[in-house]
């Protein structure tokens, strides 16, 4: 029995979750071994009880064989404290180095590229997920002064660099055209870009079988909305894996329709949340997109080895695509309710 610990978290975060677990409860009900338990961390708690986490929550979340997350965010929260305690710290401490971010075109309709088809955006972002400027580590010196400065500090370790690269490597190697871009940019970071030159540059010796290249994370943006489809697998630090799968996701459609997972290969942890956040602003509209969420519960689904009821999510989630069953940001007029239960509604006739 796969044990799931669900943080439907803040905004539409709540929302997207609700359809996942609808979608969880109809895959439990066919009878697969699932099972899992809803924790209201959030803002609204994190307001109420000034507690983001409760002594022993970040452990009792780690006993899990999987976590998912709706999504954490809230203005009435503006420095993130609550996110950062809950996700953050999660992601750190159970050492989730591993971000996947797939970037795939469902319909053709939602790329805002031209005479673009599905064949030509599929592809996956590694992105390194404990590193990079994200880790906290900097400061201001005579804050609210004329002179005040700030500092941010950038995190590359050895180890940290290599095994995400070795990991997208081997991912790279179960691709059909073996090809893996690892996007840095050197030229100016001259340090912590330039180990992850180097190590790329010896791991990919390790790899003959894969088509290794080099990209700066400029030119990867052109050459992104120019010719994607020469894209199969791209590694690369914290901060441009977020920059590089946003413009990903508008690619493929949008942020209602990309999914992500965080994951330690070694301890076999993971974290799945859609990509997107809490969008406050369409927040109790009932205007978004589940999709992503269903596509991050396939993702989760795959993760504890339930790799067909995965692969009947994302053709439902197709077909419901295919017959413009989607909310507003796809041009449909759907709810989230009616989107999701649209999802239920192939997956119980077997359409998918
Ligand atoms: P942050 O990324 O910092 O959490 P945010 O929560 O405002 O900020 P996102 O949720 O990432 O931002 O999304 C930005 C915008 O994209 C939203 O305001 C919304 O318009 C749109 N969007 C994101 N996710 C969805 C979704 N699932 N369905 C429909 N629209 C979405």
Not at 22 to 37: A, K, T, V
Not at 101 to 128: G, Q, Y
Not at 329 to 334: E, Y
């Amino acid at each position: 029995m796969a044990s799931i610990a669900v943080i439907p978290g803040d905004g539409i975060g709540a929302e997207v979750t609700a359809e996942a677990v609808r979608l969880l409860e109809l895959l439990r009900g066919e009878g697969l071994p699932l099972s899992w338990r809803t924790f209201d961390y959030s803002a609204e708690r994190y307001l109420a009880t000034g507690v983001a986490l409760p002594p022993g929550g970040r452990e009792e979340l780690a006993s899990f064989d999987a976590i998912f997350l709706g999504a954490l965010g809230d203005p009435r929260v503006p420095d993130m404290a609550h996110a950062r305690e809950i996700l953050l710290e999660t992601r750190f401490r159970l050492d989730l180095y591993v971000n996947v971010r797939p970037v795939r075109l469902l319909h053709a309709s939602h790329t805002p590229l031209k005479d673009r088809t599905e064949r030509d955006i599929d592809f996956v972002i590694f992105r390194e997920n404990t590193e990079g400027p994200y880790v906290g580590a900097g400061g201001f010196l005579k804050p609210g002064t004329p002179d005040e400065v700030a500092i941010q500090e950038w995190l590359a370790t050895r180890k940290g660099v290599e095994r995400i690269l070795r990991h997208a490597f081997e991912a790279a190697r179960r691709r059909p055209r073996r090809r893996l871009v690892m996007v840095d940019k050197h030229n100016a970071l001259r340090f912590a870009s330039e180990i992850w030159h180097r190590v790329f540059r010896e791991v990919a010796k390790e790899y003959p079988d894969v088509e290794a290249r080099h990209l700066f994370a400029d030119t990867a943006c052109l050459l992104l909305v120019q010719d994607p489809s020469q894209f199969e697998v791209i590694v690369t630090d914290n901060l441009f894996g977020d920059l590089l799968s946003d413009l990903g996701a508008a690619l493929a459609g949008g942020l209602g329709l990309a999914p992500s997972a965080n994951l330690n290969p070694q301890t076999g942890k993971g974290l799945f949340e859609p990509v997107h956040g809490s969008a406050p602003g369409i927040a109790g509209t009932g205007r978004a997109n589940p999709m992503a969420a269903l596509l991050t519960a396939a993702m989760m689904l795959e993760f504890l080895g339930q790799g067909e009821a995965a692969a009947r999510v994302e053709r439902a989630v197709r077909a419901c695509i295919a017959e413009d069953l989607v909310t507003p940001d796809l041009g449909g007029s759907l709810t989230t309710r009616a989107a999701g239960q649209a999802v239920l509604d192939r997956l119980s006739k077997g359409a998918a």
